[in-house]
């Protein structure tokens, strides 16, 4: 099992451009999580999805969409990307809810210009 | 608002000694906390869940206290090892999804 994967391992973007973060797990998980997390700061939650077809905000939305594609695929969207938005984004899933253990990815670091 | 502190400073440990990391927080209630360990340039990793009625859990070298009239968790490795040199997060939950918080983390170092 690869367990959680993510692409882009490394992105640099100009203010204003979009791009799509990919999340996939095999683990047949139901929950799905986006995460950001920046120095001096913890993991903080920018969506969620608890199942399949449903999503909803965590603590820091803004700028920020997602799709659950379906029960394996998790995406995270920038429309306009702003320099607020350079981080290290980690996608996590669990089996069911919050308290259960949360799996993480690789991360994605971000740099927006 | 609420708060979780963990010791910003690295926290430096000769080989084979027990480590000790704090976890402090304020304005919270929480109905668990987890551990997580995570290397440089990867994701967290889970360690450990204890819940609000436990005082204490154990998973082989690592044990977790929860103090909720302290509103603390102790995170303890015992006979460290320089494979243990990480950061570890701690975080908190009070029942749903939003109401997970981080807190930035503790580097440990074992020195060997």
């Known amino acids: 099992n690869a367990g959680v994967t993510q692409t882009p391992k490394f992105q640099v973007l100009k203010t204003g451009q979009s791009m799509t973060l990919q999340c996939a797990q095999d683990?047949?998980?139901?929950?799905m999580y986006w995460y950001r997390q920046d120095p001096g700061m913890g993991l903080r939650l920018i969506y969620y999805?608890?199942?399949?077809?449903?999503?909803d905000k965590g603590e820091v939305p803004n700028g920020y969409n997602v799709s659950r594609l379906n029960k394996r695929e998790f995406s995270l969207r920038l429309e306009s990307a702003a320099p607020s938005q350079t981080s290290v984004y980690f996608c996590?899933?669990?089996?069911?809810?919050?308290?259960?253990?949360?799996?993480f990815g690789p991360g994605t670091r971000l740099t927006v210009l | 608002s609420q708060k979780i502190e963990q010791n910003s400073e690295a926290l430096n440990i000769q080989e084979g000694k027990t480590a000790t990391l704090t976890c402090n927080y304020t304005n919270y209630s929480p109905a668990y906390l987890q551990w997580y360990r995570q290397d440089p340039g990867r994701g967290p990793v889970f360690l450990l869940l204890i819940r609000e009625n436990e005082k204490e859990k154990r998973k082989e070298r690592l044990k977790v206290t929860f103090d909720t009239t302290l509103k603390q968790s102790l995170f303890h490795i015992t006979a460290s090892q320089p494979a243990d040199s990480a950061t570890y997060l701690c975080a908190l939950g009070s029942g749903g999804y939003q109401k997970v918080t981080f807190g930035i983390g503790t580097k440990l170092q074992v020195i060997p």
């Open positions: 683990m047949n998980h139901n929950s």
């Open positions: 999805s608890a199942s399949e077809g449903t999503t």
């Open positions: 996590a899933s669990s089996t069911s809810g919050h308290t259960d253990t949360q799996y």
